[in-house]
């Protein structure tokens, strides 16, 4: 019993004892005043609602003087940044009676050269090969709209490019350079 005096005595005079919170932000509590903001009167507050409600917020985006007719998903599409897919060519591929294709890893940029599309191959910056593609709208399934892969062709002596981007959607069917086939110097 004399616990829980002693315990409600130290409770009241921690309570009343204001000289704990002195000068902290709730000697000002209930003071509307406190950072020197002025009330708002509803006058004011009307015209400042009635100045904004004849202004379009502007999508600072779109250039100026051009008309805009894009999707928003189509417009973040095109603001990221280009990354181009990479292909593990695991086995050397012939790309001419002369020219081999060594096994590695290339990244994928596709373009039209003449309406044709053409698969070009990256190592860096350095253009490795240039193949020529065929155009389909199969997407091949593939979740990703920019991929390249290098699959099984259906027969032992070729494999099969498939690529995909924003532009076109083509295949490639590549020739596996013979074992022994000794990559000419250049």
């Known amino acids: ?4 005096f002693v315990l409600l005595y130290i409770l009241i005079f921690m309570a009343g004892n204001a ?11 209930g003071d509307q005043n406190v950072y020197g903001q002025q009330p708002v009167t509803d006058e ?6 009635e100045s904004k409600k004849g202004k379009k917020k502007r999508d600072k985006n779109i250039p100026k003087g051009e008309e805009f007719r894009q999707s928003n998903e189509t417009d973040s599409i095109n603001q990221m940044p280009e990354t181009l897919p990479v292909v593990c060519v695991s086995a050397p591929i012939k790309l001419s009676e002369d020219a081999v294709l060594p096994v590695g890893h290339y990244q994928a940029k596709g373009e ?8 070009k191959l990256y190592q860096s910056k ?10 389909t709208n199969d997407d091949f399934n593939e979740p990703e709209v920019n991929f390249i892969k290098m699959i099984d062709a259906g027969n ?4 099969k490019f498939i690529f995909g981007s924003m532009d076109f959607n083509a295949y490639a069917v590549m020739d596996i350079a013979p074992e022994g086939y000794i990559h000419p110097q250049r």
């Open 19 to 29: 000289s704990f919170a002195d000068g902290d932000l709730w000697d000002n509590f």
């Open 44 to 49: 004011d507050f009307e015209k400042a609602l």
């Open 112 to 119: 039209l050269k003449n309406g044709t599309p053409v698969i």
């Open 1 to 4: 019993m004399k616990k829980i």
């Open 126 to 135: 350095d253009l490795m090969a240039e193949i020529p593609a065929v155009e």
């Open 156 to 159: 032992d002596n070729q494999v």
